[in-house]
């Protein structure tokens, strides 16, 4: 037997019974409320500023792609593509979409193109709205710099995979005097965001995404179903250092089983 596989069994048992329990109330009606996330609450801002304006919207999930390079994350992102896009449509605003990864080119062309049918305006949905670009992370970023500034960018919203590359863009659209939204779960990426935009999404605030635009249940379920673990964690984290501090290893005892 390898140890540590048993409480880890019990662990995951508890967190999948957690989220079919919370899918299943969800489903009943009992949807729970989530708190504000100011980022994602921002974005209509930002479109509609771009309205105002007579200028553009961008969007970008960084260099990651749907198969290994921070794969959940872009999974994510491409709900809140969604969500921008219907948003776009409906406020005919000129919408930009900049990807460097091919799975990540193709994914986002259907869900933008379904984004502008779903909003009654399938005409206006044109193919150079979805653009690729380059997988090296600095051609990338030196590419989004030249379209903000040279397309009259005023809301560039960076949600997604992003590493060193990410403030060279962030930097271009402040000069251009843009709103930003950005997210990321890279906790190196994290301060340079926080620094440099306007709102940011920190963490799994990002892939609670899905669940805070729509009222599907099995996403609202699963977030909250996974909080129920984080919980769990979190409180055998407290009673495993009190205990260690009163000299009792019970609780390490039975974890390494």
């Known amino acids: 037997m390898i140890e540590g596989r048993i409480s880890l069994f019990i662990v995951g048992l508890f967190i999948c019974g957690a989220i079919v329990v919370q899918i299943q109330k969800a ?3 009992d949807k729970p409320e989530l708190r504000p996330l ?3 609450d921002a974005i209509d801002e930002a479109i509609g500023r771009a309205v105002e304006m007579g200028k553009g919207v961008h969007y970008t999930p960084g260099v990651g ?3 290994t390079r921070g794969a959940p ?3 994510a992102t491409m709900d809140i593509l969604a969500h921008i896009a219907e948003k776009t449509a409906r ?3 000129d919408f930009i979409v900049t990807t460097g990864a091919g799975d990540v080119q193709t994914v986002s062309e259907e869900i933008v193109r379904n984004s502008y049918t779903v909003a009654g305006r399938p005409e206006a949905y044109r193919p150079d709205m979805v653009r690729y670009l380059s997988t090296d992370q600095w051609a990338y970023a030196s590419e989004i710099a030249e379209i903000i500034r040279e397309e009259n960018i005023q809301a560039n919203i ?3 995979y992003f590493a060193a590359e990410a403030l060279v863009i962030a930097e271009s659209a402040h000069q251009a005097g843009a709103i930003q939204i950005a997210g990321t779960t890279n906790t190196y990426q994290m301060p340079f ?3 440099a935009c306007d709102y940011v999404l920190i963490g799994e605030e990002v892939l609670a995404a ?3 635009f729509s009222d599907e249940h099995v996403a609202v379920g699963s977030l909250i179903g996974e909080d129920y673990g984080k919980v769990l964690c979190l409180g055998l984290l407290l009673i495993g250092v009190i205990a260690n501090i009163f000299g009792s290893t019970f609780l390490n005892d039975l974890l390494i089983k």
Do not use: C, E, H, R
């Open 91 to 93: 406020m005919d605003v």
């Open 65 to 67: 792609n749907l198969t």
């Open 27 to 29: 489903k009943g009606g």
């Open 38 to 40: 100011p980022a994602l």
């Open 193 to 195: 965001f926080v620094a």
């Open 210 to 212: 899905s669940a805070y």
């Open 73 to 75: 994350t872009m999974f």
């Open 158 to 160: 960076m949600i997604g």
